[in-house]
């Protein structure tokens, strides 16, 4: 489907521009022009990694794929054990080069516990979390096919209720994310079943309604962001940034429906189609260019309201050409 090629380079590039923006928020004083500057920016883009659990819902929830359980497992968690596998092993290795440069080289056992946490490196826990949601689309398939829209509603709102007040709670025990990564795939069931929800939601809402709901939802998100990391001790600075926090869940939904109404190529066909298919491997290596690019400290020494879109477009583009090389090479294709 066009919207959601359409959709899929959107969020890559929302990742890309979330991630450039965490240098200018964390090298900056809370209130001071450039920390609003990278507060605003990363606040519009929160939206990024709902919208792609989205995605997968929307993609493999159809209860017409007509196909059994072991054959999804073939198809599927092949594509996601590779690339773990191999990424994993690459990101510790680079962990591993980094601690030989600084002289603090890393123990053994130390990049065991971040292997066993599923944080090989920091943007690689979306890969674990989203293998424990593969392992359950074929029973999700079945829950659909034998439930009512209006159940699938009540199920979908429900979790989404529950996801939340974990993540309140967690936010509240400053807990940013709880180490065993086997669990982390339930508190995004919600937004993967929101996927298949708003892909086969006929309505047509409001363009304006949406806008609205996202505006307010990311004003509200940049304020209470601003307004705890100021001063809290109950909770933690990370919450109204968090993908389940209370501003950004209508944020991400209203975005995936803005999306939906997108049914044009946000290029050409081909080359749509092409940039959607290396989403995955641009999402896997634009931290190694945003750290390279992070030695030259434009960032730090450029203003925010230039550097990040700049920043985000290079590192985007080289991140781009990297996939699109790995693409054409035997074997290691299948990494992305």
Not at 6 to 35: F, K, P, Q
Request: proline share 4%; hydrophobic share 50%; glycine share 4%.
């Amino acid at each position: 489907m066009i919207w959601l090629n359409n959709a899929r380079i959107v969020a890559i590039l929302a990742v890309v521009h979330l991630h450039v923006t965490a240098v200018v928020l964390s090298g900056n004083y809370v209130g001071s022009e450039y920390w609003w500057v990278g507060n605003i920016s990363s606040t519009v883009v929160r939206w990024c990694v709902p919208v792609f659990v989205m995605i997968s819902g929307a993609l493999l929830l159809d209860p017409q794929k007509q196909e059994s359980s072991s054959i999804f497992y073939k198809k599927r968690l092949s594509k996601i054990l590779i690339p773990i596998g191999f990424w994993s092993v690459f990101f510790l290795f680079w962990t591993f080069l980094h601690g030989f440069i600084d002289g603090i080289l890393p123990s053994n056992l130390q990049l065991l516990k971040r292997l066993l946490k599923g944080l090989p490196y920091e943007h690689l826990w979306f890969l674990y979390m989203i293998l424990g949601m593969y392992l359950f689309v074929p029973f999700f398939r079945k829950i659909i096919s034998i439930s009512s829209d209006r159940e699938i509603v009540f199920f979908t709102v429900t979790t989404f209720l529950i996801a939340g007040i974990n993540f309140f709670h967690t936010s509240v025990s400053n807990v940013v994310r709880p180490d065993l990564f086997i669990n982390w795939f339930l508190l995004y069931i919600p937004f993967f079943f929101s996927g298949y929800l708003i892909q086969k939601d006929n309505r047509k809402f409001p363009t304006s309604v949406l806008w609205s709901i996202f505006l307010f939802s990311a004003a509200a998100t940049a304020v209470g962001y601003y307004y705890v990391a100021l001063d809290s001790e109950f909770l933690s600075d990370s919450y109204f940034h968090g993908y389940l926090s209370i501003t950004v869940i209508p944020m991400s939904i209203s975005v995936m429906y803005l999306l939906k109404e997108w049914n044009i190529p946000a290029l050409n066909e081909t080359a749509t189609k092409k940039i959607a298919l290396l989403t995955f491997g641009i999402y896997l290596v634009h931290p190694i260019v945003i750290e390279v690019l992070n030695k030259t400290d434009y960032l730090r020494a450029v203003h925010p309201a230039i550097a990040i879109p700049t920043s985000t477009a290079i590192v985007f583009t080289v991140s781009l050409g990297i996939s699109w090389a790995l693409y054409k090479i035997p074997y290691l294709n299948r990494t992305i």
